[in-house]
């Protein structure tokens, strides 16, 4: 996939400079940032961090000695919504933090004041709930407006949160809770999802059944369908934050203390516990927020990523917020209760900065232009993606389609570990080319490299990776330090010459011109709709199904998901694979993991493609997916299945 990706991606030679008005209003239009970034990164990082709210100022910028685990602006203390709410209350209370749109067609104007006086009351209702610094409060929520104010609430605290998204399953949660022993959770009794409410409050008691950490569980009443409430553990969040005080003082917090974990998929069924602390995050998160989407006092910005996910932790709460920002946050579908609800939502609040995902684009193309063009899009002024490589024909469709052809696009390369973007055009500066995110930001340095972690030179293809440390880094994995050096730290770095490189985990090509193009994993997570999922953890959720002996999953292209995931599955005993069980399969692993995780096909095979160590070969099963010529198959121990599954393949049709 990767070489036909390097070669489609050659033929893509057209370019897009800054709109020459874009430009000369742009807060930066001239290279001199990277020029400064490059001579003395951790200077110029310093150097913004001035644009912070401190209580007291940092001794050193950055603290490598214990490389790979960064100590950035040690020695300064701050709360973190001190930046993000007090100081907009000083300079600009009734500014609008969040335009909010319920699903049904509610809505609420909150104002920074306001936002501010609510954390306040939820930080003084979780502290009566015994919430105190360094504890963990696990968050599993739609998106109403008060999961920013419960996340920001913990902030204040000093307390760490964990949202774990409103679309994983109980199981998921509950893993999530066991792994953070957090002793409070935040809920909804309902979510509203495309008309239906999603029971997040039901699923969120199968998760503590049978005990768990968590003492007490605060219910946001949403969709109030009657969810059952237990006695002395559950609490009503209207009860617990009425005749609270509102104002509730910041716990002062090191720069390097706890701000949140955040799971994610690796290349084993475990997630990962991502370590993200308070201020090299709200750091770098704010100062590419900035620079990448060239923010103005004026704009309204709208991320339309869930806030369970990294994107809305960053850009939807904690970047926009510390920058002081006007932001649309939209509860429900896309589709609900028409198809053009997005577009009906920029009209209606004039969105100037838009920030999507290439699966949403792909999926509004399928629907048609009709849709925007039946709403006044002219409010905006510029287009971001993320999640994904994005193709050049969905970056042309929202160019000239969503943005009229006058909006610059920034496709922003970054991860849940990363906390920041990293590689993005600046708006105003950079002459973009569909489908590529072009260059490492100003004070990020990386590099493309081959198998021994050599350079390669521009017009070819390797490994991505990131050679010095970077504000918003994650600092490790939640209880697994170990693992966060071998996963990350390991493949490319020299220890013993004190040279620490970073592997996202993603190949790219530079072109000519040192532009980056993205070219997907490399390793055995998929990326379906944005969302990083592991063929592992699906393998092992399938496993775990008492029907299944063996499974195996690879992530195939999609024209709308970019990756669809593929199973192929062998059954215990007489067990017969048919619609029925192919049906409770998928309700299985649903169930195990969340619903974007169901297999788009499965197809039942008497054995699986195997080398003579017994290593499933997951590439030909990819090559079945994918309808490729077969590749080598004389290392299999039993060449005849591949024949036999890819004709089974053939008559597969998708499902979802
Ligand atoms: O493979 C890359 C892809 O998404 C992965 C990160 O996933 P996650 O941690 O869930 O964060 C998603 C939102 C930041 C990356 O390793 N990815 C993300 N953005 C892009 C991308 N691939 C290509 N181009 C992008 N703009």
Wanted: hydrophobic letters at 40%; proline letters at 5%; one cysteine or more.
């Amino acid at each position: 996939m990767a070489r036909e990706t390097i070669e489609a991606l050659f033929e893509e030679n057209r370019r897009f400079p800054p709109p020459a008005d874009f430009a000369a209003g742009a807060l930066v239009n001239t290279p001199a940032a990277y020029a400064e970034a490059s001579g003395d990164p951790r200077a110029w990082w310093a150097a913004q961090a001035e644009t912070l709210e401190w209580r007291r100022r940092w001794e050193h910028v950055l603290d490598w000695s214990d490389a790979p685990f960064a100590r950035w602006f040690t020695g300064g203390t701050l709360n973190v919504t001190e930046s993000c709410l007090d100081r907009h209350v000083r300079s600009q209370p009734d500014k609008v933090a969040f335009f909010w749109e319920g699903e049904p067609g509610d809505t609420r104007t909150i104002t920074y004041a306001e936002l501010h006086a609510e954390v306040c009351r939820f930080s003084s209702a979780l502290s009566q709930l015994g919430v105190r610094k360094g504890d963990r409060v696990a968050i599993y929520m739609g998106m109403v407006p008060e999961l920013p104010v419960a996340m920001l609430a913990c902030a204040r605290l000093g307390a760490a949160h964990t949202v774990v998204f409103g679309g994983f399953s109980a199981e998921a949660l509950s893993d999530r809770i066991s792994d953070t022993a957090a002793t409070v959770l935040v809920t909804c009794d309902g979510a509203w999802r495309s008309g239906q409410v999603v029971p997040l409050k039901e699923m969120a008691d199968e998760a503590l059944e049978g005990g768990t950490t968590i003492q007490s569980v605060v219910v946001v009443q949403r969709t109030g369908h009657g969810a059952k409430m237990s006695d002395g553990r559950d609490v009503w969040y209207h009860d617990v934050v009425a005749d609270q005080p509102d104002q509730f003082p910041a716990v002062e917090c090191a720069s390097e203390d706890l701000l949140y974990l955040l799971y994610t998929s690796g290349t084993t069924a475990k997630p990962k516990g991502i370590v993200h602390t308070c201020a090299g995050y709200l750091l770098g998160t704010a100062v590419t927020h900035r620079l990448c989407f060239d923010l103005k006092p004026d704009d309204v910005y709208w991320c339309t990523a869930d806030i369970g996910w990294v994107t809305g932790h960053s850009f939807v709460v904690y970047a926009p917020l510390a920058n002081g920002a006007t932001s649309v946050i939209y509860e429900g579908a896309p589709q609900h209760p028409d198809r053009d609800r997005f577009w009906a939502i920029v009209e209606r609040y004039g969105v100037s900065k838009l920030y999507t995902a290439p699966t949403a684009i792909r999926t509004f193309m399928k629907w048609g232009r009709q849709l925007p063009d039946r709403h006044d899009l002219s409010s905006l002024r510029l287009l971001a993606t993320v999640g994904e490589p994005i193709n050049p024909e969905a970056w042309m469709w929202y160019h000239e389609v969503i943005g009229g052809g006058r909006c610059p696009v920034v496709d922003t390369w970054w991860q849940t570990e990363t906390g920041q973007l990293m590689i993005a055009p600046l708006p105003g500066l950079t002459e973009t080319k569909p489908g590529s995110a072009t260059f490492p930001l100003p004070g990020i340095a990386a590099d493309v490299v081959d198998e021994s972690g050599r350079s390669v030179p521009l017009g070819r293809g390797g490994y991505l990776v990131i050679t010095e440390p970077w504000p918003a880094m994650a600092r490790s994995l939640y209880g697994d330090p170990d693992r966060f050096v071998e996963t990350y730290w390991s493949r490319f770095s020299r220890p013993e010459e004190g040279r620490w490189v970073y592997f996202p985990g993603d190949g790219a090509k530079r072109d000519s011109e040192g532009y980056y193009w993205l070219l997907g994993r490399v390793d055995d997570v998929m990326n379906v709709s944005g969302h990083r999922i592991s063929t592992m953890e699906v393998e092992s959720a399938l496993v775990d199904h008492e029907a299944v002996a063996e499974a195996a999953v690879v992530g195939r292209s999609d024209d709308r998901t970019g990756q669809a995931i593929a199973a192929f599955v062998t059954l215990e005993g007489d067990r017969v694979g048919d619609e029925s069980l192919m049906a409770q399969l998928r309700e299985h692993v649903s169930k195990k993991i969340g619903k974007i995780a169901r297999p788009a096909s499965i197809v039942f095979t008497d054995d699986l493609p195997k080398t003579r160590s017994g290593k499933i070969m997951r590439r030909l099963l990819q090559d079945i997916s994918e309808k490729r010529q077969l590749g080598d198959v004389t290392t299999l121990a039993n060449s005849d299945v591949v024949h036999e599954i890819a004709q089974r393949a053939a008559t597969q049709q998708d499902e979802n």
